[in-house]
């Protein structure tokens, strides 16, 4: 199975690559390459596997 076949895998792999930038000491609030990857890396994440909208988090009984 490719990463073209599994939008959730390729996203997880992005999400890492984010990650493993930032704890190498990438400057998260410079205008670097690297942050830059890191922005278009999460983006990317987002768009192939976006976060669940969570509820209201009410438990409503019947």
Known sequence: MTYADNPVRLAKLLRNLAQALQDS?????????????????????????PPRPRGSGKLTAI
């Open 25 to 49: 000491g990438v400057d998260p609030s410079g205008t670097s390459d690297a942050r830059n990857l890191i922005d278009d890396a999460q983006r990317a994440a987002r768009e192939l596997d």
